[in-house]
């Protein structure tokens, strides 16, 4: 896990498909660093073998992400974003009244590490928005 330069595009293409634009060559400062610490733990862990799976390299040459983040980015205006930040109607869509975002999508960038609470707290705030319920902080117990 790491923090990338965060700088891929994702677009329609006329024709209807995806096309994926992840300059991963822009962020192998953080792949080194990632293959390094690799190393040294199978030297810790008293490791026989380490083998990377470099997957920005031949034969796969295609990053991967396990949470697919800033697709709707929340923000103050529909010129920077495609979700509002404000209170009032916090993860709604600009322009969609009652259409929600309440994933990771709402993240405008990386943050780091696995972004999993980051992204259930988000959740749960869209989710007190449209339902005015306030999370139990006990978690229901």
Not at 36 to 64: A, C, H, Q, Y
Not at 74 to 103: C, K, N, R, W
């Amino acid at each position: 896990m790491g923090l990338d330069k965060s700088n891929g595009t994702i677009e329609l293409t006329e024709k209807g498909f995806i096309n994926i634009d992840w300059p991963y060559k822009d962020s192998m400062s953080l792949y080194q660093a990632i293959l390094d610490v690799g190393k040294r733990f199978k030297e810790w862990t008293g490791g026989k073998v380490f083998i990377p799976l470099p997957n920005w390299l031949w034969p796969m040459k295609s990053n991967i992400t396990v949470h697919a983040l800033g697709g709707c980015r929340i923000a103050d205006d529909p010129e920077h974003g495609v979700t509002s930040a404000q209170v009032e109607t916090f993860g709604q869509v600009f322009g969609y009244q009652g259409l929600y975002v309440a994933d990771g999508a709402l993240l405008p960038t990386a943050v780091g590490a696995n972004p999993v609470a980051t992204i259930s707290a988000l959740s749960e705030r869209v989710a007190e928005g449209i339902t005015g319920i306030h999370p139990d902080p006990d978690g229901g117990l």
